[in-house]
């Protein structure tokens, strides 16, 4: 009923897509003039591409996603093909919705999806590390608008990355604050990975950092080949020695 309800409503909605001779296609939500469809991660988008005049011998209507072939039901072909995108992921962002008729591809339309989401950051993380080993700590900078700005505190103080054996790396997708070499006075306490963006404001994530002592790690495998030689030394002393006293029992 749902689905129903969706196409009617594409037939009555105004054509605002890129597109040339006989194929329209209508969309909820409405794109823009230049055929970009505004959304955001877990919507709905549904497509409807229709073939509204000419005299052609076939009437079959094909779909693309970025150039590849959409699986379309029979039925859902002639004269009216119908293209649900539910749910949105970000792999739909910049995808473009291609249709065409098979018989002649110059009558074609096609639209671009734009999808907005914010970073998912949000909550917090316990972190216990030892001294003098290495720490990293990383926050979820995927969006689109990009980010303005994404900063680490330490204690609500901005981090110094000129002191405390700091660094920062962000690709865009993951924020990482590293430190090589902890240490309890400088690196414990409570951290923020804070970001903004343009369209859905600020987040954050925090991270409680405990400094415990380093502890002495005892080489295992070497300690067992030793015991090993110790223990087949012995055996063998014991061996050697019943043989002695076996023979002057003999005697």
């Known amino acids: 009923m749902k689905l129903l309800f969706s196409v009617v409503l ?46 052609h011998d076939n009437k079959e209507l094909v779909w693309l996603r970025n150039g590849a072939a959409v ?17 949105v992921i970000y792999e739909d962002e910049g995808a473009t919705f291609t249709c065409h008729l098979k018989s002649n591809t110059s009558h074609t339309a096609s639209v671009t999806l734009n999808v ?10 316990e972190v216990t590390v030892e001294e003098e080993a290495s720490l990293v700590m990383q926050c979820n900078t995927r969006a689109n608008p990009a980010l303005t700005s994404v900063s680490w505190k330490l204690n609500g103080s901005l981090v110094d990355l000129s002191k405390g054996g ?12 590293h430190v090589g070499k902890v240490e309890r006075s400088l690196h414990e306490g409570l951290y923020q990975c804070a970001t903004t963006s343009p369209m859905y404001g600020e987040r954050s994530k925090t991270f409680q950092v405990t400094v415990t002592e380093k502890t002495i790690k005892f080489p295992l495998m070497p300690m067992i080949a030793g015991l090993v030689v110790v223990g087949a030394t012995g055996l063998l002393a014991v061996v050697s020695r019943w043989k002695k006293i076996t023979r002057c029992c003999k005697k």
Do not use: H, W
């Not at 700091?166 to 604050?177: C, E, Q, R």
């Open 166 to 177: 700091f660094m920062v790396t962000n690709d865009g997708i993951t924020a990482k604050l």
């Open 71 to 87: 699986n379309l039901m029979d039925g859902n072909k002639e004269n009216r093909s119908s293209v649900c995108i539910s749910p």
């Open 10 to 55: 594409l037939l009555l909605l105004p054509n605002r897509t890129s597109q040339t001779s006989d194929v329209k296609i209508a969309a909820i939500p409405l794109p823009s003039t230049d055929g970009v469809i505004q959304t955001e991660l877990q919507k709905i988008v549904s497509l409807l591409c229709t073939l509204e005049s000419g005299a």
């Open 116 to 125: 907005t989401y914010q970073a998912d950051l949000s909550g917090s993380e």
